[in-house]
């Protein structure tokens, strides 16, 4: 159809889908190649997460491998979960699950929004955003973030609004930025929000997509939008706390300060079904109150990004600190990011170019490479660094 034929040549796609099945499975194969490139665990599984799992294969009724729409036992737990993280008292029956969090993403966008409505993000985004909102018929608005800071820009935000802007797509903690917004920077977009609704007598939703709420660092405290903008829904995936991408589990949850949610909840369900049934398997429902029980390990990330930020600041590398995530976003030593990366990867190390986050010039390592895989990589940044200055 064209419109599969335009999904494939949007933005990053008509890039990243050639990468995907040419370039990255032959750098890979190379014997010794570090792969920095996607946030794929390379550590083996906690043997918790295993056990989760079997312990929640063995059947305990006759429907254990039935349909599955939310369970309330899983509801249950992430909801008690999702309170501890963010400031709201979240329902069980607000917590809808979901195929992980790129659903929880299109379910959100098409309950609110409708075809030709416009979806403002900010540049760098997620690789995986403007194909979501084209596919939901929706047309994607882009606007910068502050450079120096990655912060929102919220005067270029309050620029792009129209009288069609139904959704404010906001990712914190920050793909590829690794920055945690801070609550004051979320309560002055609520109020552009507030009085752009107002003004075009339209409500405009926030979209809020947070994997990354559970890892954060330096004692960094992170805040959702949906504590301080009624109008938010909040897209979350254990594919990254969990470091089990693959198994995909995740949900959209409702606040119960936005008015009528009610009404949404059969709207919710209709497009799960009509999406192609996007409720996760019913073993991983089935596991989700022993999941809610692993925690992300910190400390271990932690030391992971302190190595990899000190060892590429000392070889000359410019590189923020992320206080989320398990991203480094640094700078390319030569303004073509793309060639850089083709040349760390002579150099047998993967990462991504920053033109697949459209901000040229910089390019992202992912962390969750093993520590040893980090550490080997530094003398081979510092050899491709060489190489170019
Ligand atoms: N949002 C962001 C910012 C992400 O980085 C990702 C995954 O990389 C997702 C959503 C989707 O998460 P999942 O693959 O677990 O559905």
Do not use: C
Not at 163 to 170: A, G, K
């Amino acid at each position: 159809s064209r419109r599969a034929a335009d999904l494939a040549r949007s933005t990053p796609f008509d890039h990243l889908l050639g990468f995907f099945a040419h370039v990255y499975p032959e750098r890979r194969a190379r014997p010794g190649v570090l792969d920095l490139t996607f946030g794929n665990p390379h550590d083996p599984a906690p043997a918790a997460y295993v056990e989760a799992l079997r312990a929640s294969a063995v059947p305990r009724d006759e429907h254990w491998f039935g349909y599955k729409v939310s369970e309330p036992a899983a509801r249950a737990a992430a909801a008690d979960a999702l309170r501890g993280v963010v400031g709201v008292a979240f329902e069980p029956d607000d917590v809808h699950l979901t195929t992980g969090g790129f659903t929880a993403l299109a379910l959100a966008l098409k309950l609110v929004a409708d075809p030709g409505d416009e979806v403002v993000f900010s540049i760098p985004p997620w690789f995986a955003y403007e194909v979501i909102v084209r596919e939901a018929g929706l047309v994607p608005v882009k606007v910068p973030i502050v450079p120096e800071t990655f912060d929102l820009d919220l005067d270029a935000i309050a620029g792009a609004i129209t009288p069609r802007t139904r959704v404010v797509l906001v990712n914190t903690p920050n793909n590829p930025t690794g920055r945690v917004y801070p609550v004051e920077q979320l309560r002055r977009l609520a109020a552009l929000l507030d009085e752009a609704s107002a003004r075009t007598g339209r409500r405009i939703f926030v979209v809020s997509d947070e994997p990354y709420h559970r890892i954060v660092y330096d004692g960094t405290t992170f805040h959702s939008p949906t504590e301080v903008y009624p109008w938010s829904l909040l897209a979350y995936s254990y594919g990254k706390t969990l470091l089990a991408p693959g198994q995909r589990i995740g949900y959209l949850a409702v606040p119960p300060t936005l008015p009528g949610r009610e009404e949404l909840r059969p709207a919710i369900e209709a497009l799960q079904i009509a999406i192609g049934y996007a409720f996760p398997n019913a073993v991983l429902q089935h596991a989700l109150p022993l999941l809610e029980r692993i925690p992300f390990d910190v400390a271990l990330y932690e030391r992971k990004r302190d190595l990899m930020v000190s060892g590429l600041r000392e070889i000359g590398y410019d590189v923020h600190s992320p206080e989320g995530t398990f991203y480094l976003f640094p700078r390319s030593p030569v303004p073509d990011d793309r060639a850089f990366e083709s040349l760390l990867a002579e150099h047998d190390v993967l990462v991504l170019g920053g033109k697949y986050f459209e901000t040229p010039g910089r390019f992202r390592i992912s962390l969750t490479a093993s520590l040893e895989t980090l550490e080997a990589s530094l003398p081979r940044f510092a050899a491709a660094w060489a190489s170019v200055r």
